[in-house]
């Protein structure tokens, strides 16, 4: 079904207004699409090369439903809103972040290339045998979410629930995990979430190495998809399977720290699962994910720290 008529209004006024509804991410390395311009540090004299411009993200969630039917129908235009017209809200750089490598990901896809490219990592994945655990697996569970999502948050594998229903986070764990991107005031169609393999372990085992490394390509293609400004690694399993350097580590020692994934800064802290079992963790990933809001520019609400 097409747009209707207060939905043409809505986006003529997105196009007039772009400030009012996109923003886009500032220079600097917190943004994992920027590098140094490449007229930087050359005379004067040198003509400089035109700096890539990331892709815009609406900010009002109504308005990016409508954008992304009018870029269904074509108006891929709504793209163009030029970096430096639109100002962003203010950026924090996190303190204890610095990037190993500068890393190119390649170019920032559009969202109507975002979408097939996602569901064709699905398709790859469920028919998938590389390892050992498509043997047991009813559904594969590829991931979900946001194909422009500002935050990823990623788990180590599905549970019986996911299993059954091939989506991510779907349990109680995922009940709660639905509630704390809600205290932190995205939906949770706004972010996106998955895991590191893509098929349950049988008797909820944690997944072995071998496989995580298996499976890992499927989720470093979505990480250069989605090309999310933060991740949130959900458990030790998680940590491990996408950084490995950090396989010895405790996850008391490791949450609350800004790690790097290709540039990428990545936040690790408690599995929803260990909160269900262990209510004075609660306080802690609060406190983890006060550090990510902080870094997109959103400000905790106040009473909002429990569950
Ligand atoms: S866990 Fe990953 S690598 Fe293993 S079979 Fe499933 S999709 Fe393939």
């Known amino acids: 079904m097409g747009p209707e008529l207060g939905e043409c209004q809505l986006i003529a006024h997105a196009v007039r207004n772009p400030a009012r509804f996109f923003w886009r991410p500032k220079p600097g390395r917190q943004n994992p699409a920027w590098r140094p311009a490449a007229h930087e540090g050359r005379p004067e004299s040198t003509p400089p090369v035109p700096r890539q411009v990331p892709v815009s993200t609406p900010r009002d969630p109504a308005v990016r439903n409508q954008l992304r039917i009018w870029q269904s129908l074509g108006f891929g235009f709504l793209e163009e809103v030029r970096?430096?017209?639109?100002?962003?809200?203010a950026e924090v750089q996190p303190a204890d972040f610095a990037p190993d490598m500068v890393v190119d990901w390649g170019p920032v896809l559009p969202l109507e290339e975002r979408v097939p490219a996602l569901a064709a990592i699905a398709a790859e994945v469920?028919?998938?045998?590389?390892?050992?655990?498509?043997?047991?697996?009813?559904?594969?569970?590829?991931?979900?979410?946001?194909?422009?999502?500002?935050?990823m948050f990623?788990?180590?594998?599905?549970?019986?629930?996911?299993?059954?229903?091939?989506?991510?986070?779907?349990?109680?764990?995922?009940?709660?995990?639905?509630r704390i991107i809600g205290a932190m005031q995205f939906a949770r169609e706004e972010v996106y979430i998955a895991n590191v393999v893509k098929c349950r372990p049988p008797h909820n085992r944690q997944p072995e190495p071998?496989?995580?490394?298996?499976?890992?390509?499927?989720?470093?293609?979505?990480?250069?998809?989605?090309?999310?400004?933060?991740?949130?690694?959900?458990?030790?399993?998680a940590l491990m399977g996408l950084l490995p350097e950090h396989a010895r580590a405790a996850m008391s020692a490791m949450r609350g720290?800004?790690?790097?994934?290709?540039?990428?800064?990545?936040?690790?802290?408690?599995?929803?699962?260990y909160l269900l079992r262990t209510e004075s963790a609660k306080r802690a990933v609060w406190d983890d994910m006060k550090k990510v809001m902080k870094m997109l520019g959103k400000e905790p609400l106040a009473g909002k720290a429990k569950e």
């Open 154 to 178: 990623i788990g180590e594998g599905p549970g019986e629930s996911e299993d059954r229903t091939g989506r991510p986070f779907v349990g109680r764990a995922g009940e709660l995990l639905t």
């Open 126 to 151: 469920a028919g998938c045998q590389a390892c050992r655990l498509c043997h047991g697996r009813t559904h594969t569970v590829p991931g979900e979410g946001d194909p422009m999502a500002p935050l």
């Open 83 to 89: 970096a430096g017209e639109t100002p962003g809200p």
């Open 257 to 273: 720290n800004w790690l790097d994934y290709r540039g990428i800064p990545v936040m690790p802290t408690f599995h929803p699962a």
């Open 210 to 237: 071998d496989e995580m490394r298996t499976c890992l390509p499927y989720l470093e293609r979505q990480v250069a998809i989605v090309r999310p400004r933060a991740i949130v690694l959900l458990g030790r399993t």
